[in-house]
């Protein structure tokens, strides 16, 4: 189609324009999903709706609902928060940690290091590659979305559980579930100091930066000047280790870098956390042995400390419910254990 311009980022949002089309004067009332069904590619109306209950339906600048009556003059804009760019999925024979499957779904336990999509330099080896070789059978991965079966997502270097779907109908539900609050979703981390409280929330919106568009941000009073999305994030310690914390997080939004984020917003970043400045001694000694001990963990851990231990939803066939849970991997273990060794001594 001759209406997209690609690669077009939308700024306020940092999303990416991936359709615009720009109705006709001549042009009747009608439901955006079913108008947007015939002028676009293999977009089933179902698809759609799921683009417009994520939001990511714009008509002159405002997201809407499936349901909106396309009226003559109106600019639709369909954005993303992936660049567009024209590419076949490569089936790849990858392990996959396979927690929980079905003929609706599957949760993984992704391991640290393994991008989830491809990306900008990252178009294979990913989970999403080792998906399309597993569900190689199923007409859900062979279209051309870059994220077949995926309702949600975890950062490269976090590790933990993941839903993905593998039918229309599932992810069509889960995505729902995700987008309307309803699932479960528990992490863990590793925080450098105390935090005031041992049970918060902490809110904020939560946008790209304007220094530098790699990092997100919280923005305080983003509901009032429209920067970034509203975002909320609960906390409770569960163990204190002295000059660092063992967190868990439960997210009632899911925006990138949210825990990330946040925990930096309110000055604990995550142990090791490069992107955020949770790679520097920030609480302790000056001693070089305590030094010494904290580079150590850092090479133990070579990433940021969190984990995606617990995920809960609600079957998109059965109506069950379904909660799953995980071990946190060895790294993050080892080094919660030498900190807990390390406070023990210290005590002593």
Same mark, same amino acid.
């Given at each position: ?26 042009? =009747? ?7 947007? =069904? ?7 109306? =179902? ?19 499936? =349901? ?15 660049? @567009? @760019?024209?590419? #076949? ?34 178009? *294979?080896? +990913? ?30 270097? +976090? ?7 593998? *039918? ?8 729902? /579930? ?6 479960? $979703? $528990? ?8 935090? #005031? ?10 946008? @790209?930066?304007?220094?530098?568009? /790699?990092?997100? *941000? ?10 970034? #999305? ?6 409770? !310690? ?11 997080? @439960?997210?009632? *939004? ?9 925990? #930096? ?20 000694? +000056?001693?070089?042995?305590?030094? /010494? ?23 998109? !066939? ?15 273990? +080892? ?14």
């Amino acid at each position: 189609m001759d209406e997209y311009l690609e690669n077009e980022e939308h700024e306020e949002e940092g999303m990416y324009e991936h359709y615009r089309l720009d109705v006709e004067r001549g042009q =009747s009332m009608v439901r955006i999903d079913k108008f947007l =069904s015939t002028r676009i590619e293999n977009a089933s109306r =179902s698809r759609i709706q799921a683009a417009a209950d994520a939001g990511n339906i714009l008509v002159n600048e405002v997201p809407v609902k499936a =349901s909106y009556k396309v009226k003559p003059l109106d600019q639709i804009r369909i954005v993303m928060e992936f660049p @567009r @760019r024209e590419f #076949k999925i490569v089936p790849e024979e990858i392990p996959l940690n396979i927690v929980f499957e079905d003929d609706q779904l599957i949760v993984v336990n992704k391991p640290a290091g393994l991008v989830v999509h491809p990306g900008h330099g990252n178009y *294979t080896g +990913t989970l999403v590659n080792a998906l399309a070789w597993h569900c190689r059978n199923l007409p859900l991965f062979h279209g051309e979305d870059p994220r077949p079966g995926l309702v949600h997502r975890i950062d490269k270097d +976090t590790s933990g559980l993941l839903v993905v779907a593998k *039918t229309e109908r599932a992810k069509n539900n889960l995505a729902l /579930q995700f987008y309307e609050k309803k699932s479960e $979703r $528990r992490y863990q981390a590793l925080v450098w100091g105390t935090p #005031k409280q041992d049970e918060g929330t902490i809110t904020g919106n939560i946008g @790209r930066s304007p220094k530098n568009r /790699q990092l997100f *941000t919280v923005f305080p009073d983003g509901s009032d000047t429209g920067m970034g #999305k509203p975002a909320v994030t609960h906390y409770s !310690v569960l163990k204190h280790l002295g000059y660092v914390s063992l967190v868990e997080c @439960r997210l009632e *939004t899911g925006r990138t870098h949210q825990i990330r984020v946040h925990m #930096k917003y309110i000055n604990h970043p995550l142990f090791n956390d490069a992107t955020y400045g949770g790679d520097q001694i920030l609480r302790g000694t +000056t001693f070089a042995k305590y030094r /010494q001990f904290v580079q150590n963990c850092f090479k133990l851990l070579p990433r940021q400390a969190l984990h995606a231990k617990t995920l809960g939803f609600t079957h998109p !066939v059965s109506g069950e419910k379904m909660v799953f849970d995980s071990e946190l991997p060895d790294d993050m273990a +080892t080094v919660i254990k030498k900190w807990e060794n390390y406070i023990a001594n210290r005590n002593d």
